[in-house]
């Protein structure tokens, strides 16, 4: 495994180049520079290629189903929203996952497997190949989702609002560095969510990932259920615009579903 992985492109240091500004075009959102850029070029483990997987690209900004997204996210994800329930809220803070904070998205995600193993007292073997396989799931998750940002660097949802609507719009959640389609969150999500229900089949579980930190924990019908939740905190937490969400879902499952065969 070590000898496969060497030189599979994670040592590689992949500059960040500006596109010239333009309707539309991704600009940074935060002081530090873009995040992960190395992930546009890293061999993936199951699928065959970093574009295997890669969607159509996201809508006009002068697409009715643009602007349609865009009031959506307006009118939830603002910080002081009046339209946004407590329980939108709530769900955008537990899947948030802030780096340096918590563990991570992916973080999360093997949580959630550890928390099933346990309750059901998986034996070692099994357990082993379900830790490979959803790791290589959201290791390729992040690949494909990346190759995608970089790919068609849509801008934030902040910087359109901001620009054109309201400058003093804050979203609930902060804005991460790299650009908006497809939803990082939605893809890796998708993706544990199938190898997940793949190994253990539709079951209810608990997820307790954040009760040390104070963070009541939220049960779910079935693993595809989180992943929908999670998938949709980041329209309530106003930094992803709805086709980035349900795009980046279907990219995960098909990046799942290959992670399983293997």
């Not at 290791?139 to 989702?145: G, H, N, R, S, Y």
Request: charged fraction near 20%.
């Amino acid at each position: 495994m070590l000898r496969w992985r060497d030189h599979d492109g994670l040592d590689v240091t992949v500059p960040y180049v500006q596109r010239p500004p333009g309707p539309g075009v991704w600009e940074p959102t935060a002081p530090t520079p873009p995040v992960d850029l190395v992930l546009t070029q890293v061999r993936p483990l199951a699928m065959r290629s970093v574009d295997q997987f890669r969607p159509a690209g996201p809508y006009a900004l002068t697409d009715p189903r643009y602007l349609r997204d865009l009031d959506e996210v307006r009118r939830l994800g603002r910080v002081d929203s009046t339209e946004r329930t407590a329980g939108q809220t709530a769900i955008a803070r537990f899947w948030a996952d802030d780096p340096g904070q918590t563990a991570t998205p992916p973080g999360h995600s093997l949580s959630i497997l550890t928390q099933v193993v346990r309750a059901l007292d998986v034996r070692l073997d099994r357990a082993a190949v379900a830790y490979a396989k959803v790791g290589m799931a959201v290791a390729d998750a992040f690949i494909a989702c990346w190759r995608t940002k970089y790919h068609y660097n849509l801008l934030r949802p902040v910087t359109y609002v901001r620009r054109v609507i309201d400058p003093a719009w804050t979203p609930l959640l902060t804005t991460p560095p790299f650009p908006e389609y497809t939803s990082g969150h939605s893809v890796q999500s998708g993706a544990a969510a199938y190898v997940l229900a793949d190994l253990f089949g539709p079951i209810a579980f608990t997820d307790r990932t954040h009760e040390a930190a104070g963070v009541p924990a939220r049960s779910f019908s079935s693993f595809t259920a989180a992943a929908e939740e999670a998938a949709i905190s980041r329209l309530y937490g106003g930094i992803h615009f709805r086709s980035a969400i349900e795009r980046g879902l279907e990219q995960g499952i098909l990046v799942g579903r290959e992670a399983s065969r293997v």
